[in-house]
């Protein structure tokens, strides 16, 4: 079996930025993308804080550039999601509906997955009115009623983004006041079409066949009432997909891989990168770069293991196997 110098789950920000710089340093590379081309970033309306940029630019739009860039440096980019993994015998086994793979080097830059509101009607309806993402589905709604769960940036951008097309957003949150950064403050209460709903929280999605309403509970008074919408977006936080990776690397008590300053993970030769590793902050200039030191500490490691001088590195131990 082919062995490649890197493999690298994960096509968003974080793992393309890992291919461009693992390719351009002229290691044979292979990317498998999942099942979210681009991550969530792709799914992002607008991004008006990554460098270079001024104007902004559309999620989608830039993870493409990133994996045209990627490409051009010679990286694999294949459309398959990986389903198990083997970290305890090197070269590693990358495990997908394609086939086993073979690698020197792993990079999981798996991402997270949006967390659900764990209530009555919510599974029931994902698709049928119960969406995480407004950018996907915000085009449904044109003059109709939706729902917003949260007060993060997420919530608040895409509740803004939401009034696009949806004649009324609530913006629903289970504190008096928002945790959004201040300039997205601003803009939603400015906008006309969001009304708040404050100290709320959310204790059943109702309907018959799609979403009709929410059931809410204020947490200070106790009251409970009903608020008529025809969709519900919910950003109330994320959960790190990591299943494939439990009792082989080392994980904190949410979930999330632990690594160092380097990327470097509890086995020698994997990495990880982006939000799939806890980080002070979560965006896409954060996750492009740890991507790219993820891929730099991979040549390093690959240097190592072949006996080749790598300035400024010393392994404290060798891989599994």
């Not at 559309?58 to 993870?63: D, H, S, V, W, Y």
């Given at each position: 079996m082919e062995v490649y110098d890197v493999i690298i789950?994960?096509?968003?920000?974080?793992?393309l930025a890992a291919?461009?710089?693992?390719?351009?340093?002229?290691?044979?590379?292979?990317?498998?993308?999942?099942?979210?081309?681009?991550?969530?970033?792709?799914l992002t309306d607008e991004i008006e804080n990554y460098p270079g940029f001024p104007e902004g630019i559309?999620?989608?739009?830039?993870?493409k550039r990133m994996q045209e860039q990627a490409r051009r440096f010679g990286a694999e980019i294949q459309m398959d999601e990986v389903t198990a993994v083997n970290l305890k015998e090197h070269p590693f086994t990358v495990t997908a509906y394609g086939g086993d793979y073979k690698c020197k080097a792993l990079i999981?830059?798996?991402?997270?997955?949006?967390?659900?509101?764990?209530?009555?009607?919510?599974?029931?309806?994902i698709g049928r009115g119960v969406s995480f993402c407004a950018t996907c589905d915000g085009f449904?709604?044109?003059?109709?009623?939706?729902?917003?769960?949260?007060g993060g940036d997420s919530a608040v951008t895409e509740a803004i983004y939401l009034t696009r097309f949806a004649k009324k957003v609530y913006l629903i949150h289970r504190r008096d006041r928002l945790r959004a950064a201040p300039v997205l403050q601003t803009r939603a209460k400015q906008n006309e079409r969001i009304e708040f709903v404050w100290n709320s929280v959310v204790t059943e999605v109702v309907g018959k066949e799609a979403v009709e309403g929410l059931r809410l509970k204020n947490v200070r008074t106790g009251v409970e009432s009903f608020l008529r919408v025809d969709g519900i977006f919910v950003y109330i936080g994320q959960v790190p997909?990591?299943?494939?990776?439990?009792?082989?690397l080392e994980l904190d008590e949410r979930g999330y891989i632990v690594t160092d300053r380097a990327m470097h993970t509890s086995v020698p030769g994997v990495f990880a990168a982006g939000d799939v590793q806890e980080r002070v902050l979560a965006q896409v200039?954060?996750?492009?770069?740890?991507?790219?030191?993820?891929?730099?500490?991979?040549?390093?490691?690959?240097a190592y293991l072949e006996g080749r001088e790598y300035p400024g590195k010393e392994w404290p131990k060798a891989p599994p196997g």
């Open positions: 789950i994960g096509s968003g920000p974080a793992g291919a461009i710089y693992a390719a351009r340093s002229e290691l044979k590379t292979l990317l498998f993308t999942g099942n979210s081309l681009g991550g969530q970033a792709a559309a999620g989608a739009e830039l993870t999981i830059a798996t991402g997270v997955s949006p967390r659900k509101l764990d209530v009555p009607g919510e599974e029931k309806f449904f709604y044109k003059d109709r009623e939706v729902a917003v769960i949260g997909n990591t299943r494939l990776f439990e009792g082989q200039v954060t996750a492009a770069a740890t991507g790219a030191i993820a891929a730099v500490e991979a040549e390093k490691f690959i």
